[in-house]
């Protein structure tokens, strides 16, 4: 054999043992012990704990924007589900970059509303009656829902008005149909609000955010208690905000 061809072949062998040996001493121990990936890979990445901040870490840095939140009927929405999670991240202003910023108290302001919101209040005919929605085309009109709803009160619009919703008679509740509807609420809650068993609260001249926000919190679950939960299921939105301003508007003095 010619002696450029036996060079070759032991550089080729020197190549392979090198390959071999390589193989051997470099990969991990754990590879392959599932599939074709390192297994213990598997527990590092579920010992890491989402670095996701909670809304009232907000709190210092937006302090007008939380406080707005906090008393108004979007405060069961976090705010990084409108910030950080329902949008692209390139509809919002500041881009890709503003997806580093989840560990940061910084935080991304969607531009576009009418992407944004519609991802919970568009009518869809398997969503539950209890989520307020809206046939988006004819109640926008085209324009952004922020011109007409402050995002983080959305009952009031961005200039600090109320909307008043079609679904009562002025205001945000009327109080008659309220009245009829309260025959309901009689029997534990007292004619007039102001009950007359130990273990049932008085209705009776409580502030009306107070009294939607518990009715909703039952008809959702977030408050649990079996005789209110059952009740407050077969009230509408607009039942809600009726009984909120009817015993709101009753006098408490005794
Ligand atoms: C329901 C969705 C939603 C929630 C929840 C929400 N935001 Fe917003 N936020 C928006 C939208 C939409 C805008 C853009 C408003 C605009 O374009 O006028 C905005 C704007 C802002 C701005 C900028 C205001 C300005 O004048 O430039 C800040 C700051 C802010 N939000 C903070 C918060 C904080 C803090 C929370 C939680 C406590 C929160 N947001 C919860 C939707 C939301
Ligand atoms: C992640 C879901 C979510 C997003 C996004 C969201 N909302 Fe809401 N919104 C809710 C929920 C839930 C309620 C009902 C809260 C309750 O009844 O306690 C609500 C309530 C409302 C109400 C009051 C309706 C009523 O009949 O009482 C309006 C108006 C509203 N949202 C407008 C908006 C606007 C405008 C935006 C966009 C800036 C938006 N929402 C984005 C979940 C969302
Ligand atoms: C031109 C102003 C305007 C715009 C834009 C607008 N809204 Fe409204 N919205 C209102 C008014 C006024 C009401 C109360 C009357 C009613 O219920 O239709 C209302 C009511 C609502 C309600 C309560 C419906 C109910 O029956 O409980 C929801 C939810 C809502 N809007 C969501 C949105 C969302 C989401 C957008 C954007 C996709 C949006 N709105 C854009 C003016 C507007
Ligand atoms: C079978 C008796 C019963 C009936 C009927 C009833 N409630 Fe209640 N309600 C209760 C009890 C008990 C509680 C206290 C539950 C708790 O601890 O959360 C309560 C609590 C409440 C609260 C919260 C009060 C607070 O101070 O936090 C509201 C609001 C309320 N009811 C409204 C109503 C309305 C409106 C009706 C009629 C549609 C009604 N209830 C009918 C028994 C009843």
Known sequence: MP????????LLVVLALMFVGGKYFFTPKSFRAYGHYRAASVEEIAVVKPRIIDAAS?????????ATWSENIHQVVQCQACHMATEKLSDRAGGPAAH???????????????KLCVECHQKIAGRPASMPQIDVVSHTQGKQCTACHNPHSPLFSPAGAPVALASSSGGTGDA?????????????HGPAGVSAVADFPNLACQKEPYLTGALTAYQSGT????MMGAIAKSLSKADIRNLAAYFAGLSCAR
Do not use: M, W
């Open 223 to 226: 408050r649990g208690n079996a």
């Open 176 to 188: 008659a149909a309220g009245k009829t509807k309260s025959a309901l609420c009689a029997a534990c």
């Open 3 to 10: 002696k450029h061809i036996v060079r070759l072949l032991a």
């Open 100 to 114: 580093d910023q989840r560990a940061t108290k910084a935080l991304p302001i969607p531009r576009d509303s009418l």
């Open 58 to 66: 907000f709190s210092a840095v937006y302090p007008k924007e939380y």
